[in-house]
């Protein structure tokens, strides 16, 4: 006798088997990825197959699983690039050669090397402390960088300043604000012109004018001076070691006029006495970038 147990789990059995059957068919009727229409993958045959005729075009490179899964592996290195490859790893440490082939450069031994005797010290010591102070890159000018002068007047105004107070040895009787191109070249002059001269006795520069905002000649209405830019200095005398003072205004002498016209070859524009009634007492020097070459007067 068959209890109700036994035909329920007759029943569950019999919907699975259906179930899977209904599964299979979905599974069959399912869309598979095409064929490569360039290749065409001949599988084993481990037992002849029933012949079946198959179009394939002419095109279509026929190769076996075995061949395609060859295909994908690393192509091997070329029998004289790894023999190159052995040959210079086995002379890497070496110590004739290094991999790029070079003679290696003889090595220096640090304790053969003398101690530098005590003129090089002291010439050392100058050196370093010959930048201690210089602006410009110069170690002869010696001063400061400052904060960029600004001005509401179109025209004036210095980009990077310094202050400078001395040059080329020669101290500045004060303090002058310009930018490093009057700079170089007021220090150029004074050791290239002026302290010969002078025998090496000039200890100090006058300087009547540096950075000021105004026009030129101080002319109502005028073009801005250099002054205002930054690139001009005016030199009103000049002190020597004995204290004597020597001024543009007094002694404009052979010798001062020999320095004077000397600037020429430094500065972009020379004014002094004679030039135009505005500098009489003073020599003008300036490095502005007009066009037109220098003005010497």
């Keep these: 006798m068959r209890g ?4 329920l789990g007759l029943g569950l059995a019999l919907s699975l088997v259906l179930a899977q059957g209904a599964w299979a068919q979905e599974m069959d009727r399912s869309p598979r990825p095409p064929v490569n229409p360039m290749i065409a993958v001949v599988a084993p045959t481990a037992a002849p197959a029933p012949e079946v005729e198959v179009a394939v075009p002419s095109d279509v490179v026929a190769v ?5 899964a060859r295909s994908l592996r690393p192509v091997p290195r070329p029998s004289a690039l ?4 052995a040959a210079l790893k086995a002379t ?15 090595e220096i031994d640090l304790a053969a090397i003398p101690p530098l005797s005590k003129r090089e010290e002291r010439r050392k010591r100058r050196a370093k402390a010959s930048m201690e102070g210089a602006v410009c ?15 509401n007047v179109r025209g004036c105004g210095v980009e990077d300043p310094v202050r400078v107070t001395s040059v080329s040895g020669v101290r500045l009787s ?3 604000t310009v930018e490093c191109s009057i700079a170089k070249a007021l220090n150029s002059w004074v050791d290239e012109v002026a302290q010969p001269a002078f025998d090496g006795r000039l200890v100090e520069l006058q300087v009547a004018a540096h950075y000021i905002c105004r026009s030129r000649n101080n002319v109502k209405g005028a073009k801005v001076s250099e002054h205002g830019k930054g690139r001009a200095v005016d030199i009103s005398a000049f002190i020597l070691s004995n204290g004597k003072v020597l001024t543009v205004s007094r002694d404009y002498n052979r010798l001062l006029r020999r320095i004077y016209k000397a600037g020429c070859n430094y500065f972009m524009t020379t004014l002094g006495p004679g030039s135009d009634g505005h500098h009489e007492d003073h020599f003008h020097f300036d490095t502005s970038t ?8």
Excluded at 137 to 151: M, Q
Excluded at 290 to 297: D, I, L, T, V
């Design 137 to 151: 890159g110069v170690p002869a000018i010696k001063g400061e960088e400052i904060a960029r002068i600004t001005s």
């Design 174 to 176: 004060q303090p002058a």
């Design 4 to 7: 109700p147990g036994l035909g």
């Design 290 to 297: 007009r066009s037109g070459g220098r003005y010497c007067r």
């Design 82 to 85: 790894a023999e190159r490859i």
């Design 92 to 106: 890497a440490n070496a110590p004739g050669l290094d991999l790029s082939g070079r003679e290696p450069q003889d």
């Design 64 to 68: 076996t699983e075995d061949a395609l």
